[in-house]
């Protein structure tokens, strides 16, 4: 399994609005692309700062929907509530676990 990291910074005063755009946009569009395999966002209302983690059958399928332009399509819809540019990273994931 892959995991794209996305590290955002967004207005304070649009943490919720970010947080619903990306339940009720993102995750859907998600949903449809191939190797998907669940999402992960994390928030820190007060500063504004967030991750963003999606989880891939593998690297090929994760860096597939960047070349599909899936995810510069997602990354826009964001643009009004950005402070800073994100950054992405991607990881092997050594080790996942639920109960």
Same mark, same amino acid.
């Given at each position: 399994?892959? *995991?794209? =990291?996305?590290?955002?910074?967004?207005?304070?005063?649009? =943490?919720?609005? *970010?947080?619903?755009?990306?339940?009720?946009? =993102?995750?859907? *569009?998600?949903?449809t692309q191939k190797g998907f395999q669940g999402?992960?966002?994390? /928030?820190?209302?007060?500063?504004?700062?967030?991750?963003?983690? /999606?989880?891939?059958?593998?690297?090929?399928?994760?860096?597939?929907?960047?070349?599909?332009?899936?995810?510069?399509?997602?990354? =826009?819809?964001?643009?009004?509530?950005? /402070?800073?540019? !994100?950054?992405?990273?991607?990881?092997?994931?050594?080790?996942?676990?639920? !109960?």
């Amino acid at each position: 399994m892959y *995991a794209r =990291v996305t590290s955002i910074h967004v207005k304070t005063d649009k =943490v919720q609005e *970010a947080i619903n755009l990306y339940k009720n946009s =993102v995750l859907p *569009a998600a949903e449809t692309q191939k190797g998907f395999q669940g999402a992960l966002l994390l /928030t820190d209302a007060p500063t504004g700062h967030g991750l963003t983690i /999606t989880f891939w059958n593998s690297e090929n399928e994760a860096l597939a929907n960047e070349q599909n332009l899936y995810y510069q399509n997602q990354l =826009v819809k964001f643009m009004p509530y950005f /402070t800073d540019p !994100p950054t992405r990273e991607g990881f092997e994931v050594s080790l996942f676990r639920k !109960p």
